[in-house]
């Protein structure tokens, strides 16, 4: 069984410009959360999807969003990208909302 | 809000020897789930173990078990006969119970251990 794939792995951008990240959840799973990782904030929750739902959102300013789609698959986009958003960017499926999480690889997003 | 914290930045055991992480959080809630993820070099976030709050038994799950101590809100990680592959970054994690589901997972700020040979 497929685990949570994120693409891509790597990614470089310019300041100002927007970004797109990729999650494909384990097959059956319904429910995608993304998350942050600096080593200053340490893990911080962005949001969570659940049939193609926002149902949860952390404090994050409205440049970060995303999406769901029919076959669960989440996107998010930074918009306006600054050098404090350079990250790893978790993502992490769920069966449903009341199970546990299984996380991807990440993608590391550098803003130069 | 809820909160949770590791005392501990950085640990070393030497390899087949115990040692424990701790963890302490703060909530009002009584229903809750705990976690241990670890962490490894490669990024991946691998699930140790889980505890239901409403459970007075500890979790156990091969070499990991856990210390949960409700009323102390505590919830410590023993690792035993350690081995080279445990060696990553432990983040101690909280998930209320909320409604009919559960709410966002809150992190803790990560214990790196490294195991000696």
């Known amino acids: 069984k497929a685990g949570v794939t994120q693409t891509p792995r790597y990614l470089i951008k310019t300041r100002g410009q927007q970004v797109t990240l990729s999650c494909s959840p384990i097959s059956g799973h319904r429910s995608v959360s993304w998350y942050q990782q600096t080593p200053g904030q340490g893990l911080q929750f962005l949001f969570e999807y659940f049939s193609e739902t926002q149902r949860n959102k952390g404090n994050f300013p409205g440049r970060f969003s995303g999406r769901q789609f029919s076959n669960s698959r989440s996107e998010m986009n930074v918009s306006t990208l600054e050098l404090g958003d350079s990250a790893l960017y978790l993502c992490?499926?769920?069966?449903?909302?009341?199970?546990?999480?299984?996380f991807g690889q990440g993608t590391r997003l550098t803003v130069v | 809000a809820q909160t949770v914290t590791q005392s501990q930045p950085e640990m070393s055991v030497q390899e087949a020897e115990t040692v424990t992480l701790s963890c302490t959080y703060d909530t009002s809630e009584s229903d809750y789930y705990l976690f241990w993820y670890k962490q490894p070099p490669s990024r991946q976030m691998i699930l140790v173990i889980r505890q239901e709050a409403y459970k007075q038994q500890n979790a156990t799950e091969n070499r990991f078990s856990v210390n949960f101590q409700k009323a102390a809100k505590s919830f410590s990680l023993k690792i035993s006969d350690s081995q080279l592959g445990d060696a990553a970054m432990y983040f101690c994690a909280y998930r209320r119970r909320w409604k009919t589901s559960y709410d966002k997972v809150i992190f803790g700020p990560g214990t790196s251990l490294s195991v000696i040979p």
């Open positions: 992490a499926s769920s069966l449903d909302r009341v199970s546990e999480a299984f």
